[in-house]
């Protein structure tokens, strides 16, 4: 059904195929909607796309069998959702279903994804959805006349809690890192200008939100591509400034590089009752491994941006990600990362490196960790901060049980 490739491996992301021109009097098409372990801002595309396509009067049935087109939303952040995704597509094609594939996968394994593109009729970039029009006879709303979402679909939820609401603030991410597949499939950042972002805020306060939580890559570079440039402290400033209203904020993906170009401004508005979790990503606090992961160094020096947070009482919970076992990594290097977490975060997400090959550590011929050498390193590393009792480890979406895991220990020392 499919044909070349040659677009998705160059990157621009565009559709596999050409949709034949639709017959007059044709019928919106029933649509039956997949995904698995999209990450938090494109679950909430994919529950807008949902919104498109009911405004568009396409059914969104709740079983394949009966649909005309499957929307596959598709990840390709690790090999064992990988896999997942391949096979969905293979058994959805092999039900004879259209289907239409949206998200990161075929970018991050395009080589892969040549063995699947005989099941799929429609590829849809994650910086194009509005391309999904392309598979209804008749637009009558419009992609931008589509409200932003409050949420992503219920299904997609872990836990459903009315009264969380995800605040996109940033698509595609602005970070470097040679070894994430995360900006091979989602490209460069595109800030949310603070006039929308406040807007929606303010909605989802009157409608009886509690939580906030901030979503984007690379938080800390938003509005670093506006015109004029704006700065998430001057964001945040704002947002806490919605005085008529009782609610928590939760700051996630703020790079260390971020936090420590501008300490002073962020620390301040970060000490605000409203600001609840704090999300700082440092992968590793070796200055060798973090200019070889093609991140800034110097992560040492946040020692005192978190001392002044952990100062106050009550204070926001802190969360980091640590990667474990990238190449040459030292065992003074890693001990060194684990005294660190255990002394200044309160969550960390341990996470085995892996290589994709789509991604620029691919080509650097770097001496690679056995998989067992990564698996001894990840067991070291859960081992040690284990010991801490205020502690709360978990592997992402490596190990999907240790988030299960993890909200009984948060439930367990009252941090839920």
Same mark, same amino acid.
């Given at each position: 059904?499919?044909?070349?490739?040659?677009?998705?491996?160059?990157?621009?992301?565009?559709?596999?195929?050409?949709? %034949?021109?639709?017959? *007059?009097?044709?019928?919106?098409?029933?649509?039956?909607?997949?995904?698995?372990?999209?990450?938090?801002?494109?679950?909430?595309?994919?529950?807008?796309?949902?919104?498109?396509?009911? =405004?568009?009067?396409?059914?969104?049935?709740?079983?394949?069998?009966?649909?005309?087109?499957?929307?596959?939303?598709?990840?390709?952040?690790?090999?064992?959702? /990988?896999?997942?995704?391949?096979?969905?597509?293979?058994?959805?094609?092999?039900?004879? %279903?259209?289907? @239409?594939?949206?998200?990161? =996968?075929?970018?991050?394994?395009?080589?892969?994804?040549?063995?699947?593109?005989?099941?799929?009729?429609?590829?849809?970039?994650?910086?194009?959805?509005?391309? /999904?029009? &392309?598979?209804?006879?008749?637009?009558?709303?419009?992609?931008?006349?589509?409200?932003?979402?409050?949420?992503?679909?219920?299904?997609?939820?872990?836990?459903?809690?009315?009264?969380?609401?995800?605040?996109?603030?940033?698509?595609?991410?602005?970070?470097?890192?040679?070894?994430?597949?995360?900006?091979?499939?989602?490209?460069?950042? &595109?800030?949310?200008?603070?006039?929308? /972002?406040?807007?929606?805020?303010?909605?989802?306060?009157?409608?009886?939100?509690? =939580?906030?939580?901030?979503?984007?890559?690379?938080?800390?570079?938003?509005?670093?591509?506006?015109?004029?440039?704006?700065? +998430?402290?001057?964001?945040? %400033?704002? +947002?806490?400034?919605?005085?008529?209203?009782?609610?928590?904020?939760?700051?996630?993906? @703020?790079?260390?590089?971020?936090?420590?170009?501008?300490?002073?401004?962020?620390?301040?508005?970060?000490?605000?009752?409203?600001?609840?979790?704090?999300?700082?990503?440092?992968?590793?606090?070796?200055?060798?491994?973090? &200019?070889?992961?093609?991140?800034?160094?110097?992560?040492?020096?946040? *020692?005192?941006?978190?001392?002044?947070?952990? *100062?106050?009482?009550?204070?926001?919970?802190?969360?980091?990600?640590?990667?474990?076992?990238?190449?040459?990594?030292?065992?003074?290097?890693?001990?060194?990362?684990?005294?660190?977490?255990?002394?200044?975060?309160?969550?960390?997400?341990?996470?085995?490196?892996?290589?994709?090959?789509?991604?620029?550590?691919?080509?650097?011929? @770097?001496?690679?960790?056995?998989?067992?050498?990564?698996?001894?390193?990840?067991?070291?590393?859960?081992?040690? @901060?284990?010991?801490?009792?205020?502690?709360?480890?978990?592997?992402?979406?490596?190990?999907?049980?240790?988030?299960?895991?993890?909200?009984?220990?948060?439930?367990?020392?009252?941090?839920?």
């Amino acid at each position: 059904m499919a044909c070349g490739l040659d677009k998705i491996d160059s990157g621009e992301g565009d559709d596999i195929v050409q949709i %034949k021109p639709f017959k *007059a009097g044709a019928k919106p098409p029933k649509v039956y909607m997949w995904q698995h372990a999209l990450c938090m801002t494109y679950l909430i595309v994919f529950k807008r796309m949902e919104d498109f396509f009911t =405004l568009n009067e396409c059914e969104v049935v709740s079983k394949p069998e009966d649909a005309d087109w499957v929307v596959i939303g598709s990840c390709g952040s690790f090999k064992n959702e /990988i896999d997942i995704n391949f096979e969905a597509i293979m058994r959805f094609g092999k039900m004879g %279903k259209k289907q @239409l594939v949206y998200g990161c =996968l075929p970018k991050i394994c395009p080589h892969e994804y040549r063995e699947y593109r005989q099941y799929v009729d429609l590829y849809v970039d994650t910086g194009k959805p509005w391309d /999904i029009k &392309k598979i209804v006879p008749e637009v009558k709303v419009a992609w931008d006349d589509v409200p932003e979402p409050d949420g992503m679909r219920k299904q997609d939820y872990r836990q459903f809690d009315p009264t969380r609401r995800f605040v996109v603030v940033q698509y595609g991410c602005n970070a470097t890192c040679n070894f994430c597949p995360h900006k091979v499939g989602i490209g460069r950042q &595109k800030s949310v200008s603070r006039a929308n /972002i406040l807007k929606y805020v303010d909605r989802v306060l009157k409608d009886g939100a509690k =939580l906030l939580f901030l979503e984007g890559r690379d938080l800390g570079s938003w509005g670093t591509d506006l015109t004029p440039k704006d700065t +998430l402290a001057d964001l945040l %400033k704002d +947002l806490v400034s919605f005085h008529d209203y009782d609610y928590k904020i939760f700051v996630n993906q @703020l790079g260390g590089n971020w936090a420590v170009r501008d300490q002073k401004r962020l620390v301040d508005v970060l000490l605000d009752p409203h600001i609840a979790n704090i999300h700082i990503p440092i992968q590793t606090t070796s200055d060798r491994l973090l &200019k070889l992961m093609g991140r800034e160094p110097g992560i040492r020096e946040l *020692a005192p941006f978190l001392e002044q947070i952990r *100062a106050k009482s009550p204070r926001p919970v802190l969360r980091t990600d640590l990667l474990i076992g990238y190449p040459t990594e030292t065992d003074d290097e890693l001990e060194d990362t684990i005294e660190f977490a255990n002394q200044y975060f309160d969550e960390a997400a341990c996470y085995g490196f892996e290589v994709h090959p789509n991604t620029p550590i691919a080509r650097m011929n @770097l001496p690679i960790f056995d998989d067992s050498i990564i698996r001894q390193k990840v067991q070291r590393v859960s081992d040690s @901060l284990s010991k801490n009792p205020n502690m709360i480890l978990h592997f992402g979406g490596q190990d999907y049980d240790s988030m299960i895991v993890r909200e009984i220990r948060k439930a367990s020392i009252g941090r839920a």
